[in-house]
């Protein structure tokens, strides 16, 4: 029965099988591409909305909205009750025309509009977030492996390459474009350091390059 070939080699098991260090075959001109495994949150480089703290700005208007609409409410019923003579307006309130009361409640009206819309907006985005769990491998960029290279680890990267998928179907698309730099968040297990220990080849580029040398 022939041997099942495995679909990748770690860094260890490709330096064996070329009778070399580690440290060489990182740092070969062949420039193998190499792989680790993340499970957390995946994002494309220029997806500025998703990735972490990329909802700021809507967060800042919806707390501004909410702090006017509070302002807004509070005035208008003390204005109500004014004119029904059970409240005395303080020397810094002046008494509103029916015209004004009409525009303040007209501004109230719209930022509660304004603040269900930014609400449900920020849940949408909630829950994008948490579609875009990977279980799988990445590849790791040029700098994240010379730090291995040179260091024999480096800080677990914030940006990798999402990989090309071998014999993918034709017209199947991914959420993101292969070959793109991606965004890495809430990575588990939380890992301080990436080492060559963590870092595999692809045997499809493990025989490509040894095709080239024969």
């Not at 700005?57 to 807004?72: C, F, P």
């Not at 409640?105 to 949408?124: C, F, H, M, W």
């Not at 301080?192 to 080849?201: H, I, S």
């Amino acid at each position: 029965m022939p041997t099942i070939e495995p679909l990748t080699l770690t860094l260890a098991e490709v330096a064996e099988r070329w009778n070399l260090l580690p440290q060489e075959v990182l740092l070969s001109p062949h420039a193998l591409p190499m792989y680790f495994y993340f499970d957390g949150l995946v994002f494309d480089f220029n997806d500025k909305w998703h990735r972490a703290n990329g909802d700021v700005s809507v967060v800042q208007a919806l707390e501004g909205h909410k702090t006017r609409q509070s302002t807004l409410e509070i005035d208008l019923q003390r204005q109500a009750m004014h004119k029904r003579g059970l409240l005395k307006l303080t020397q810094w309130e002046e008494a509103l025309s029916d015209e004004e009361m009409q525009s303040q409640q007209s501004e109230s009206d719209r930022l509660t509009e304004e603040i269900a819309r930014l609400g449900e907006l920020l849940k949408k985005r909630s829950e994008e977030r948490q579609r875009s769990v990977r279980n799988g491998l990445l590849r790791a960029a040029p700098r994240s492996l010379n730090e291995i290279a040179e260091r024999g680890q480096t800080r677990f990267p914030q940006f990798a390459y999402m990989p090309h998928t071998p014999n993918r179907p034709a017209g199947e698309a991914t959420a993101i474009v292969e070959g793109s730099v991606v965004a890495l968040e809430d990575g588990f297990p939380l890992k301080e350091f990436l080492t060559g220990a963590d870092l595999v080849v692809s045997m499809l580029d493990i025989r490509a390059v040894e095709d080239l040398a024969k």
